[in-house]
């Protein structure tokens, strides 16, 4: 009796083994533009319908957050892909699926704005180190933009200078203080929805982001 209740359970962690590797092979979570954390600040209310699991999460901005448009981390925002790029916004118009699929498949290589915080072609330029260190693998500079990026203060986006957005804005400092990455992350959660400048230069910046972006 025993020997058949352990086959049994034998062959159930088997079949559960299967299945929880099938699935991670359906939905691959991706680093590089899904955080669960920067995604649940952003849409507080998925804490409340989804939960803080992060597949569930992951799942949601599969299935509806991409569709409606919700930005995944701070390396990339489909509405913000599509708007700063406008050969795309003439292309897919509103159809953020079809522009994910795009950035997945050709938007990623091609150096374009891909979030408020990181321009593709300027974060290589203005970080020599790191184009030589990840040559061709976007993946990788993405990670790593995410990893330790925004904690180093890199320069990433013409339109964002994370040192004049924490000079500019008090608020910031007192909550914030020294901790860099959360400049960038505040940006793209509330900042540019508020109409906060992020640059030295304001009037040109300020025409930028009230009539452009």
Request: hydrophobic share 35%; aromatic share 20%.
């Amino acid at each position: 009796m025993r020997s058949k209740i352990r086959f049994l359970v034998q062959v159930f962690l088997i079949y559960m083994f299967k299945k929880i590797t099938l699935m991670n092979n359906m939905f691959p979570i991706e680093h590089t533009y899904f955080d669960e954390h920067f995604y649940t600040r952003k849409y507080q209310d998925l804490l409340v319908k989804v939960g803080p699991s992060r597949t569930k999460l992951y799942h949601h901005f599969l299935k509806y957050g991409i569709k409606e448009g919700k930005a995944g981390s701070e390396a990339f925002d489909i509405k913000y892909y599509l708007t700063s790029n406008t050969d795309l916004k003439n292309l897919y118009g509103d159809d953020y699926v079809a522009g994910f699929k795009h950035f997945l498949e050709k938007g990623k290589y091609e150096g374009r704005d891909l979030s408020p915080v990181l321009n593709m072609t300027y974060y290589l330029e203005k970080n020599p180190d790191i184009a030589e260190k990840y040559g061709n693998d976007i993946n990788g500079i993405m990670a790593q933009f995410l990893r330790e990026g925004m904690s180093e203060g890199r320069p990433s986006s013409p339109y964002f200078d994370f040192d004049a957005y924490r000079q500019r804005y008090t608020d910031l400092r007192i909550i914030y203080g020294d901790n860099i990455r959360e400049y960038y992350t505040h940006f793209c959660t509330h900042g540019k929805e508020e109409k906060r400048l992020a640059l030295k230069w304001l009037y040109i910046n300020k025409f930028i982001y009230y009539f452009f972006i």
